[in-house]
């Protein structure tokens, strides 16, 4: 109980500080991710050659103010943005991201995330043929 008392009174400290600071994009990434699987996955095209996959599962954390320019995760993306807001652009298209969407990013295409003043939390599905 008391630690949660000093959180909530935290709060909105940092919330007034962060109000105050000037908004300035940091194109040196600060930007962070957690690993939550990484290994293959077996499969089979449509003619019935088997083939294995490299599969990983990331959760980025980017601070706000920050631009990730680009993305380094390969081969085709499949994205949740799961807490915030940012802005995506892939191959030079700008989009506002918003809570609880999903996108698709094709292999080989160059993805850029910004965010402005929230901090965004995206998890990132990347699959890519394991012989890359």
Do not use: C
């Amino acid at each position: 109980m008391a630690l949660s008392s000093v959180l909530l009174l935290r709060v909105p400290a940092l919330a007034q500080s962060a109000a105050a600071a000037p908004t300035k994009i940091n194109t040196a990434s600060k930007a962070d991710y957690l690993e939550r699987f990484a290994g293959t996955a077996k499969m089979r095209t449509k003619d019935g050659t088997p083939k294995v996959l490299h599969v990983t599962i990331h959760n980025w954390i980017i601070p706000n103010d920050t631009k990730v320019d680009p993305l380094p995760e390969e081969g085709y993306l499949i994205i949740q943005l799961r807490a915030g807001e940012l802005v995506t652009v892939i191959n030079g298209k700008r989009e506002k991201r918003k809570t609880d969407e999903f996108w698709s990013v094709p292999a080989g295409s160059k993805m850029t995330l910004e965010t402005e003043r929230d901090s965004a939390i995206v998890q990132i599905v990347a699959i890519r043929d394991a012989r890359q």
